[in-house]
């Protein structure tokens, strides 16, 4: 085993941090950023189909890309799954499937039977989630009537009322208020006959059940009565506030577009967005929608053509992705004076956001925060803001511009802490679990409270920008982690897998503000994460650790969740221990040639379970701030100098 000064003498960490470096530097994209593709999963993909179909603009020679893309993420097993590795998801094996037909394949190939088989196995079309049904409802091959109400007169409901659009998500409400609009039309777009799908019925669709699942709460049994009543009303022929709550969500609608022609900057309420506009009479060449449809294309678009494949990004993460590879360069001895930081840092300031949005119902700062995507003025996060401050303010940058950047963003993030002192992502105190008990919420997750590992990346700025205890927030903050903190030890992870990345964002933040690392809580949380590390020196966590807590901390080693551990303890005063030794050991060994390192699994989280991702630059710049961070405490235990780059 190498020792902490064997390793200080060695140039195999020198030249994994370079290689790196190197690498990151040339990726780097000439107006400054950086950005890596989100990989989800083959239902963006498979959507993106039935949209060209249901605007009209399919085309044979995108069908036919799409079509070996899909067969080219087909397991063995005739299955698709959500995520790398994971079971066969039956709603994803059915869209892939619909998709597959529609472009003409044979339903009688090999695989296309095995994945039939499998779908008739888990109770056919009938057991698919409501968003699968909606899009099979406008193909025509699924009724409307089993589609749960949602009728457009919930835009009409005052912001005081329990149940209002502003008490979902942002990007719930950015999807159910366009879907209102397309459940009023119920339209259908009806496929040729050979491209219907009978087959995968497992009573025939002339036997279909079209009651809505019931859910096991109080609160589901009310919304099913509800939807009974709703559809009581939804025969009213003549209804004049049904035609004054369409014209408002059209409204709504188009206030809410962006300048890349997205809404929300994600897939979900874009496609239903240019559906809603189609049935209320918009043609494609109308301004708003040849703008909505450009934006999945060009060099910024979420589209990606790579080779004889098209495939479909369901968000972007330019400005996430930034932010944390100026850390990680920064951390690898980088100059903040560099001039790919200072480029990137300028590109950052340029698209700091002054303008209005949605999270101004319940709060009403100054506008100042960032996007995950290009373009997003309607909806900055906190966790981006962050962390693109913590970027800024390591980077030496026009002193005027970037103090006006920081004192902005710290306004509004301060402003957006919810009333039990953490934070969510986009909106104050949006925390109505009941919501999650609708009938048409069986997918995703419809609200946005407050999580552990966004709280502690903004009480990591709060640190590093010199608050301690004693200032109200950051008590409120701090308060806040640690009724939080789970009976293990681990900090729960809401936007990435799982108790390693809220464990890893927590422990460093609590350094940052100078608490105590060898309090009792904060031992209990590393010895929780040396009891996780694997035995070829790793870490790694699976995605099921979100329902089965026997893989909490536990599963293959990867690249991320090896950074986010060593980042962890490294924060806690663990840089000599053997744990951290083997870790730093693990990343130097599985490094390639080019400095990047080869992470297939998911590791970061849209909806736990149900909507995983893969960021493909977290493989290689939280690997990158853990070496750095590591190399640095070499330099204070031994005199180790490291080179200039």
């Known amino acids: 085993m190498i020792t902490t000064m064997e390793i200080s003498r060695n140039t195999d960490l020198d030249q994994a941090i370079d290689r790196t470096v190197r690498y990151l530097l040339s990726i780097q994209h000439d107006e400054g ?76 190939e090999p695989f296309m039977k095995k994945a039939r088989d499998f779908i008739l196995s888990k109770g056919g079309v009938e057991e698919a989630r409501i968003f699968t049904k909606i899009w099979l409802a406008m ?51 009806p496929i040729p006959a050979w491209a219907r799908i009978p087959e995968l ?42 035609r004054l709550a369409i014209k408002m969500a059209e409204q709504w609608i ?6 890349d022609g997205s809404w929300g900057g994600i897939q979900p309420p874009w496609v239903y967005s240019l559906i809603a506009l189609k049935c209320l009479g918009y043609t494609i060449d109308h301004p708003v929608m040849k703008k909505g449809i450009a934006g999945f294309y060009g060099p910024k678009g979420f589209g990606i053509e790579e080779g004889d494949t098209f495939r479909l990004q369901s ?22 004076d560099h001039p790919a930081l200072v480029k990137a840092g300028e590109w950052l300031i340029h698209n700091q956001i002054f303008s209005g949005g949605d999270w101004q119902v319940k709060c009403k700062a100054r506008p100042g925060g960032w996007a995950f995507e290009f373009e997003n003025a309607n909806y900055p996060d906190t966790d981006d803001t962050a962390v693109v401050m913590i970027a800024i303010m390591r980077t030496d940058l026009d002193g005027d511009k970037k103090q006006q950047a920081l004192q ?126 694997n035995e070829d020196g790793g870490w790694g966590e699976r995605i099921e650790s979100y329902r089965d807590p026997s893989w909490r901390g536990r599963g293959p080693s990867t690249a991320s969740q090896t950074g986010w551990a060593l980042l962890a303890l490294i924060a806690a005063g663990e840089r000599e221990s053997k744990a951290v030794r083997r870790g730093v050991e693990y990343l130097i060994q599985t490094q390639r040639e080019d400095g990047s390192w080869d992470e297939p699994y998911f590791t970061g989280t849209g909806f736990p379970l149900d909507f995983m991702i893969n ?26 100098i490291f080179g200039s780059m």
């Not at 188009?254 to 300048?259: D, I």
């Not at 972007?316 to 920064?330: C, N």
């Not at 409270?449 to 950051?474: C, F, N």
């Not at 900090?491 to 809220?502: E, F, K, L, Q, S």
């Open 408 to 533: 902005r963003g710290l306004e509004w993030l301060l402003a957006m802490q919810s009333s039990n002192g953490g934070w969510g992502a986009f909106d104050v105190d949006n925390c109505k679990a009941f919501l999650r008990e609708i009938p048409f919420a069986d997918f995703g997750e419809m609200i946005d409270p407050p999580s552990v590992d966004v709280t502690a990346h903004i009480v990591e700025l709060l640190g590093k920008m010199g608050y301690r205890r004693g200032w109200r927030p950051l008590d409120r903050a701090l308060d806040y982690l640690r009724r939080e903190q789970e009976e293990d030890g681990a900090w729960y992870g809401r936007w990435g897998v799982n108790t390693i990345y809220g464990t890893g964002c927590v422990l460093p933040a609590l350094e940052a503000i100078e608490e105590d690392m060898r309090a009792p809580y904060i031992r209990k949380a590393v010895e929780w994460l040396l009891s996780r590390q």
């Open 139 to 189: 193909l025509g091959e699924w009724p409307w009537e089993g589609i749960p109400i949602l009728p457009p007169e919930i835009v009409l409901f005052p912001r005081w009322f329990p149940f209002n659009i502003y008490e979902f998500s942002s990007w719930a409400r950015g999807t159910i208020v366009p879907l209102t609009i397309i459940q009023a039309f119920r339209p259908v777009f």
């Open 33 to 108: 950023y950086w950005w890596g593709e989100l990989e989800s999963n083959v239902t963006i993909t498979s959507e993106h189909l039935f949209l060209t179909h249901i605007l009209g603009i399919g085309t044979s020679e995108e069908w036919r890309k799409i079509a070996n893309y899909l067969r080219q993420q087909q397991r063995e097993d005739g299955t698709w799954a959500i995520y790398y590795d994971g079971p066969g998801d039956l709603s994803t094996t059915v869209e892939a499937y619909t998709a597959l037909k529609m472009v003409g394949t044979d339903s009688e």
């Open 201 to 242: 019925f497992k009573d025939g669709p002339e036997r279909v059940d079209l009651s809505l699942p019931r859910k096991d709460s109080t609160w589901g049994s009310i919304f099913l009565q509800i939807d009974r009543v709703l559809r009581i009303y939804d025969k009213i022929s003549i209804n004049p506030l049904r």
């Open 254 to 259: 188009l206030a809410r577009q962006e300048a």
């Open 615 to 640: 960021y493909h630059l977290y493989r290689n710049y939280f690997p990158l701030m853990a070496l750095g961070r590591y190399r640095q405490g070499l330099h204070h235990v031994t005199g180790y």
């Open 315 to 336: 968000c972007i993460s330019p400005g996430w992705d930034t932010g944390l590879a100026m850390i990680g360069l920064l951390d690898a001895g980088l100059p903040g």
